[in-house]
């Protein structure tokens, strides 16, 4: 069975662009969550998405906004980068509650 | 204050010896509590969830003292590939997967 997947893995922007991560959780699971991680540091929440519903929101500015499609895959947007958006962006599968899958991450760098 | 904190380390740990760290967190209603293991560059995965019983997995050994608010993670005979950073995770809603990680604590096993 296929894990869960991202993409692209790695991404150049600058500072204003926009950009749209991309993930395909695991097969039969409904839930996905998106997490940035700066490095050096743990992960941190940035939303969880169930039923293509929002369910959670973490502490980011408005500028950072996601959906999830019939399918249960999901993307996550980014306008108006800033050089402290530069991160690992992980997604999650789960089940409602339980363990998380995370995919390997979209490595984001902003010029 | 965080919360969820962690000993950043690195514990330099011989092989074969064993090593135990702590992980404190803030939210006294927390619901569940897991050890992730993150290997440089990739993606974090689940060691072991953590029980209020305590719970062993092998050479792995967890702890959740709900009065003092920590969790810890025991490793016994330590192994090369036990090198890695050691998330500590808290589920602090009822339902749902807003899990906060702590800060990582770094783990190097030499020979």
């Known amino acids: 069975d296929a894990g869960v997947t991202q993409s692209p893995t790695h991404l150049i922007k600058t500072r204003g662009q926009h950009v749209t991560l991309r993930c395909s959780p695991i097969?039969?699971?409904?839930?996905v969550s998106w997490y940035q991680q700066v490095l050096g540091q743990g992960p941190q929440f940035i939303f969880q998405y169930y039923e293509k519903e929002e369910r959670g929101r973490g502490n980011f500015p408005d500028r950072f906004s996601a959906r999830q499609f019939p399918n249960y895959s999901s993307e996550l947007n980014v306008n108006a980068l800033l050089l402290g958006d530069s991160a690992l962006y992980l997604c999650?599968?789960?089940?409602?509650?339980?363990?998380?899958?995370f995919g390997e991450g979209s490595r984001l760098t902003v010029l | 204050r965080k919360e969820v904190e962690q000993d950043p380390g690195p514990f330099n740990v011989p092989e074969g010896a064993t090593v135990a760290f702590n992980c404190t967190y803030s939210?006294?209603?927390?619901?569940?509590f897991f050890w992730y293991r993150q290997d440089c560059r990739k993606e974090p995965k689940l060691l072991m969830s953590v029980y209020s019983s305590g719970n062993e997995d092998g050479r792995f050994t967890a702890q959740l003292n709900r009065a003092s608010q920590y969790i810890s993670l025991l490793i016994r005979d330590s192994k090369l590939s036990d090198s890695a950073t050691y998330l500590c995770?808290?589920?602090?809603?009822?339902?749902?997967?807003?899990?906060?990680f702590g800060g990582g604590t770094r783990v190097l096993v030499k020979p």
């Open positions: 999650a599968s789960s089940l409602w509650t339980g363990e998380l899958f």
């Open positions: 995770v808290v589920n602090g809603k009822a339902a749902g997967n807003k899990l906060t």
């Open positions: 097969s039969g699971h409904k839930s």
């Open positions: 939210n006294s209603a927390s619901q569940s």
